[in-house]
């Protein structure tokens, strides 16, 4: 078994092959050992591609959520180079995955299998020592001879895991690695029982349940009763095995037992994802509000904060609100439960309240990512140029952030900033992997800056990365 979906793709796949399936090519060969600002640009590219055409939850408050989460355990493990980038991917698959550079995604169904904090720390301290031990530098040192490197047909099997289906991802990724079997397999169990091992020290160091892997290999080791339709994708080609559950327990024998409460914002996460990635908002609102009659606080007040979500995306207003007072009277300061009530005034078109909430909130957490952009969803609509400006001055810090270079470009528009348009869209098309269309939009700043000497140098410079980006990709 393997939550990666992985890091080493050493295969036969051309790149004619990869240009077929209209994806880039990462480079023909890799001889020796890889650098680590090599993977950091392999993992770049890597990046831009997949969020280009993968499906991925752009949700702030998640996205927060994932990454404190990812480098509190950063922080407690062997990793060198902690610069990190997640990307949390819709599909409902069970699934993780750590590429060379510091790329660690997700996919929202860990959050459905996952019933603990603990748990899903697990499966990202599992990704993590992926990157510490450097795994994808000895494995293309163990198959130098024998393969040629080519991130494409890994992206291909992703791309097709998360928009086609689980099986066809998997027939791709099965191809690509195929090179020799019974040692890709060797490599790969080795691999994978060191990150158990380097996993569950970070666990330890992070102060977290060090048992919470065995935990999460006894529930996936569960699932494989399921029918083939339920059934993780990763599970019927890398089973988890009983001995590989017995080596996570011996690893721990030796802390004391401790008992973990609950963790109110990992349920909420949790409640979350189950509302925001609903079909129809009123499909889960029957669950939410069984579940509001749990014999456990937590997970009672995580179905609440779910039933509003769901109620607010109905245009239930005013039930939401009704069911959002205990919450606020319970934890005040807890920023998701801000943000819904917020959420549900800008819904109503009650901008002023929205941003009465908000504001008052990023007092007492000034610069706090969902907290800003919430207040920009709501100033888009009242004051643009104000929201174009908390949206700028975030962008110094989030330059990696997509999702907020399109929001940005939106605010810009909104406040007649043109010249801010396109250079919002041209850093947005770069980090979604569509190089063309970022050189043209910086080829459209131009004639709007040109008595602008130094925006004018600005964007000359932006526009030479960019080419030398896309000459690395050719």
């Given at each position: 078994?393997?939550?990666?979906?992985?890091?080493?793709?050493?295969?036969?796949?051309?790149?004619?092959?990869?240009?077929?399936?209209?994806?880039?090519?990462?480079?023909?060969?890799?001889?020796?050992?890889?650098?680590?600002?090599?993977?950091?640009?392999?993992?770049?590219?890597?990046?831009?591609?997949?969020?280009?055409?993968?499906p991925t939850i752009d949700?702030?408050?998640?996205?927060?959520?994932?990454?404190?989460?990812?480098?509190?355990?950063?922080?407690?493990?062997?990793?060198?180079?902690?610069?990190?980038?997640?990307?949390?991917?819709?599909?409902?698959?069970?699934?993780?995955?750590?590429?060379?550079?510091?790329?660690?995604?997700?996919?929202?169904?860990?959050?459905?299998?996952?019933?603990?904090?603990?748990?899903?720390?697990?499966?990202?301290?599992?990704?993590?020592?992926?990157?510490?031990?450097?795994?994808?530098?000895?494995?293309?040192?163990?198959?130098?001879?024998?393969?040629?490197?080519?991130?494409?047909?890994?992206?291909?099997?992703?791309?097709?895991?998360?928009?086609?289906?689980?099986?066809?991802?998997?027939?791709?990724?099965?191809?690509?690695?195929?090179?020799?079997?019974?040692?890709?397999?060797?490599?790969?169990?080795?691999?994978?029982?060191?990150?158990?091992?380097?996993?569950?020290?970070?666990?330890?160091s992070a102060k977290m349940?060090?048992?919470?892997?065995?935990?999460?290999?006894?529930?996936?080791?569960?699932?494989?009763?399921?029918?083939?339709?339920?059934?993780?994708?990763?599970?019927?080609?890398?089973?988890?095995?009983?001995?590989?559950?017995?080596?996570?327990?011996?690893?721990?024998?030796?802390?004391?037992?401790?008992?973990?409460?609950?963790?109110?914002?990992?349920?909420?996460?949790?409640?979350?994802?189950?509302?925001?990635?609903?079909?129809?908002?009123?499909?889960?609102?029957?669950?939410?509000?069984a579940g509001m009659d749990?014999?456990?606080?937590?997970?009672?007040?995580?179905?609440?904060?779910?039933?509003?979500?769901?109620?607010?995306?109905?245009?239930?207003?005013?039930?939401?609100?009704?069911?959002?007072?205990?919450?606020?009277?319970?934890?005040?300061?807890?920023?998701?439960?801000?943000?819904?009530?917020?959420?549900?005034?800008?819904?109503?078109?009650?901008?002023?309240?929205?941003?009465?909430?908000?504001?008052?909130?990023?007092?007492?957490?000034?610069?706090?990512?969902?907290?800003?952009?919430?207040?920009?969803?709501?100033?888009?609509?009242?004051?643009?140029?104000?929201?174009?400006?908390?949206?700028?001055?975030?962008?110094?810090?989030?330059?990696?952030?997509?999702?907020?270079?399109?929001?940005?470009?939106?605010?810009?528009?909104?406040?007649?900033?043109?010249?801010?348009?396109?250079?919002?869209?041209?850093?947005?098309?770069?980090?979604?992997?569509?190089?063309?269309?970022?050189?043209?939009?910086?080829?459209?700043?131009?004639?709007?800056?040109?008595?602008?000497?130094?925006?004018?140098?600005?964007?000359?410079?932006?526009?030479?990365?960019?080419?030398?980006?896309?000459?690395?990709?050719?």
């Open positions: 078994m393997r939550w990666t979906v992985l890091l080493i793709a050493l295969g036969t796949t051309s790149a004619a092959n990869a240009s077929k399936q209209n994806l880039p090519s990462f480079g023909d060969a890799v001889s020796g050992v890889v650098s680590l600002p090599q993977e950091r640009e392999i993992g770049q590219d890597f990046l831009r591609s997949l969020r280009g055409q993968a949700d702030p408050i998640l996205q927060d959520y994932v990454e404190h989460l990812t480098y509190k355990l950063a922080a407690n493990s062997e990793l060198v180079d902690r610069r990190l980038d997640l990307v949390i991917v819709d599909s409902p698959i069970l699934n993780a995955f750590a590429v060379p550079g510091g790329i660690i995604g997700i996919h929202h169904g860990l959050f459905r299998y996952a019933e603990t904090e603990q748990e899903i720390a697990a499966i990202l301290a599992h990704e993590i020592a992926h990157l510490s031990q450097r795994h994808f530098a000895r494995g293309v040192e163990a198959q130098q001879k024998s393969a040629v490197f080519n991130m494409a047909g890994l992206l291909a099997s992703v791309v097709l895991m998360t928009t086609v289906g689980g099986e066809a991802g998997m027939a791709a990724l099965n191809t690509v690695q195929g090179v020799s079997q019974a040692s890709q397999l060797r490599h790969s169990r080795g691999r994978e029982a060191e990150a158990d091992r380097v996993g569950i020290d970070t666990l330890v349940d060090p048992r919470a892997m065995a935990h999460m290999f006894e529930r996936l080791e569960r699932s494989t009763r399921y029918s083939a339709d339920e059934m993780p994708e990763f599970l019927r080609t890398h089973p988890v095995t009983k001995s590989r559950i017995a080596d996570a327990y011996n690893q721990t024998a030796s802390y004391p037992k401790k008992a973990y409460p609950l963790n109110l914002d990992f349920h909420l996460m949790k409640a979350r994802v189950k509302a925001i990635t609903a079909k129809l908002p009123g499909d889960v609102i029957p669950a939410f509000l749990h014999e456990d606080r937590v997970i009672r007040h995580a179905n609440t904060y779910g039933l509003v979500l769901a109620m607010a995306a109905n245009s239930q207003f005013d039930e939401a609100s009704r069911h959002l007072i205990p919450l606020l009277d319970a934890y005040p300061d807890k920023i998701a439960i801000q943000i819904a009530e917020a959420n549900i005034h800008l819904k109503a078109e009650r901008y002023d309240q929205a941003q009465g909430i908000l504001e008052s909130a990023m007092k007492l957490n000034p610069k706090n990512y969902p907290l800003t952009m919430a207040l920009a969803d709501v100033l888009i609509n009242t004051k643009p140029k104000r929201a174009q400006n908390i949206l700028t001055s975030l962008s110094t810090n989030r330059k990696n952030d997509a999702y907020l270079w399109y929001h940005l470009a939106e605010a810009a528009g909104l406040a007649d900033d043109i010249p801010e348009v396109h250079w919002s869209r041209a850093e947005y098309f770069v980090l979604t992997g569509n190089l063309d269309q970022a050189l043209k939009q910086l080829d459209y700043t131009l004639p709007l800056i040109k008595r602008n000497f130094q925006q004018e140098a600005k964007v000359r410079s932006r526009k030479r990365e960019i080419q030398e980006l896309k000459d690395k990709r050719s």
